[in-house]
């Protein structure tokens, strides 16, 4: 096992540079932190390149790191590589994954300009709970491996492919491939509980102050809404997918 000591290391500083999104574009690596996350990713090793260790953390014994490069820095340099407030001391660099664009599943999420990464990854994690078969992220939307995104996806983008595609084309293969497609609005939409789910679905959610882009909206098979009974003027939007989501894999099973 390697040991860093010197937060000026030009591998600290390679590390470091992987919170941002131009280096994990050119590098095909990401970075991730915490017990949690890391326990996740030692199920799938394949896509770990090396661990870092901070020499104050000490591992569970029940984790497996046969075979897997690990490095221990200081706290000093662990302070440096967290992207928290109280990181500890454990991460991984992994390859970015790779998912083929063919859609053979009966079940999505598409995601339009969403730009809260809390959002995107709560959105991530609430569509692998309710089972789906993927997540397309369109144009605008905060980046997958955006560290804020992986912290609140809980280990979820492991689980279901996700991809980042043209929604309009999207929309239109999975028309042709006869799944019907919901936009959500305030406009022209009808009460989510009316719409009509057979043996296939997908859910398109919108940017948090302006939604759906309407040009989306123009192709959709259907809109819907969730009421308001309060006076809040809108639903936060990875609130309102978890509401959708479930509704709708609920009603696949009513079929």
């Known amino acids: 096992m390697k040991f860093i000591q010197s937060v000026k290391n030009p ?18 690596q990401y970075m991730l932190e915490g017990f949690h ?20 953390a000490e591992l569970p014994p029940h984790w ?14 662990a302070r440096a590589l967290s992207d928290t407030e109280a990181g500890q001391g454990v991460f991984a660099i992994c390859r970015k994954q790779e998912f083929s ?21 709560t959105m991530i994690r609430t569509a692998d709970a309710a089972g789906l078969d993927g997540v397309i992220l369109g144009s605008g939307c905060a980046d997958l491996y955006n560290s804020k995104v992986l912290r609140s996806a809980q280990g979820s983008h492991f689980h279901l492919p996700i991809v980042q595609r043209p929604l309009l084309e999207v929309i239109h293969q999975l028309k042709e491939q006869g799944i019907p497609v919901f936009g959500t609005s305030l406009q022209e939409a ?19 102050g302006s939604g759906v882009d309407e040009d989306l909206l ?12 309060g006076r809040s003027e809108s ?13 709708f894999k609920q009603s696949l099973k009513n079929v």
């Open 11 to 28: 591998q600290v500083k390679q590390w470091k540079k992987l919170l941002t999104k131009k280096e994990r574009e050119k590098t095909g």
């Open 37 to 56: 996350l890391v326990e996740t990713a030692l199920h799938y090793k394949d896509e770990i390149v090396e661990l870092i260790i901070s020499e104050e």
């Open 64 to 77: 497996n790191v046969d075979d897997i490069e690990m490095t221990m820095v200081t706290p000093e340099i």
């Open 101 to 121: 664009e063919v859609l053979e599943g009966r079940t999505y999420l598409l995601i339009d300009a969403v730009q809260d990464p809390g959002n995107i990854g």
């Open 190 to 208: 009808s009460d989510y509980r009316e719409a009509e789910v057979m043996d296939a679905f997908a859910l398109l959610v919108g940017n948090e």
């Open 218 to 229: 123009s192709v959709t098979d259907s809109n819907v809404f969730i009421p308001i009974y």
């Open 235 to 247: 639903l936060n939007v990875a609130v309102a997918a978890g509401v959708l989501l479930y509704h």
